[in-house]
C-alpha cells in the first residue's frame, strides 16, 4: 500500500476508534471482540432446543467449551439429561429440559427453568425439528400442519415467549444505561426452505417461513442490540440423513420413520456431484455455524440466512 493510502487507512481508523471511545455501544463490542479468542461465549446463558442429540448436541458441547452456560432441550428426556451431564463432567454448566417444543406449555416452561436457573437469556437458538415428507399430491394435513407446527409456530411461540428476559430486559438497559447487552437468536431452517425439494412440500414451506420469522424479528428488535439470524443447512449427517426408519418419533400417537432411502451412502454420492467440498458435513461442523453467529464477530450480521452447504447451490 502506498504512504498515502496508508495515511488515509490510519486517518480513518484513527477517527473510527476514536469514535468508539465515545460511543460506549460501539466501544464494547470492539472489547467483546478482541477479547474473544480466549472464551467466544464466556458467561452467556444460551437455550438450544432440541439439542440431545446430532447437531443440537454438538452445538451445545460447543457453546460450553467456550463458556456458555447451557439449556439443554430435548423430546427424549434421557438424551437431554446425557448431553447436560456430559457438560457438567467436563467443568460447564447445564440443565436439562424435556419436552415437546409444539406444546402449548413448552415456551413458558422452557424461559422459566433458563432465568430460575441461570437468571437471564443471551442466546435463544430453535433448533429442533425432524422431517416427514411425501409428494405434493401425497401429502396429509396431518403431515403438513406438523411441519409448520415444529419448524415455524414453535420457534414463534419461544420467542415470543422470551420477550420479557430478552426484548424487555434490553428496553431497561437502554432507559438506565444507554446501551443494551448484545443477545442473538438463531433459527435453523434448510437449504429445503431456501431451494425447495421435491417430496418436502410441507418442510421446505416451513423452513422458508422461518426465515421470514428471522427478517422480521431482527427488524422488530434490532433497535435492542437483540440479533436475529438463520442457518440454512445443506446435508448434514444426522439421523435425517440417516437410512430412513433408522430411528423414528411418535406424532400424535403415529410412529414416523425419519432418515432418506440409502442413507449417508446416497447423500455421500450424491454429495460427490452436487457439492464442492465432495462430502457431506459433520454435526461440529454444523454447529460451528451457530457459534459464528452467536460470538462476537458476528455482532453486525443480523436479519441473514447462511447456507451451511460445503459450497451447493453457489
Known sequence: MEAPQQRRVGALLSHITGSSQKSSQLGVISQNVAASPQLLLKGKVAII???????GAAAAKLFAQQGARLVVTDLDAAKADQVAAEIRSQGGEAIS????????????????ATVDAFGTIDILINNAGFTWDGMIHKITPKQWDAMLAVHCTAPF????????????????ELDERGEATQRCIINVSSTSGTHG????????????????LTKTVAREWGSFNIRCNAIAYGFIATRLTADKGSSTISVGGQQVKLGIPGGEAMASAA????????????????AGAMLLLASPYASFISGQTLEVTGGAYI
Do not use: H, W
Open 271 to 286: 454429495a460427490e456431484m452436487l457439492i464442492p467440498l465432495k462430502r457431506i458435513g459433520t454435526p461440529e461442523e454444523a
Open 97 to 112: 429440559l424435556a419436552g415437546d417444543v409444539t406444546t402449548e406449555d413448552f415456551p413458558a416452561r422452557c424461559i422459566k
Open 157 to 172: 411461540r419461544l420467542i415470543q415467549a422470551a420477550a420479557p428476559v430478552m426484548r424487555d430486559a434490553a428496553k431497561k
Open 197 to 212: 425439494n421435491a417430496g418436502q412440500a410441507n418442510y421446505s414451506t416451513a423452513k422458508a417461513g422461518v426465515v421470514g
Open 49 to 55: 432446543t432440541g439439542s440431545g442429540q446430532g447437531l
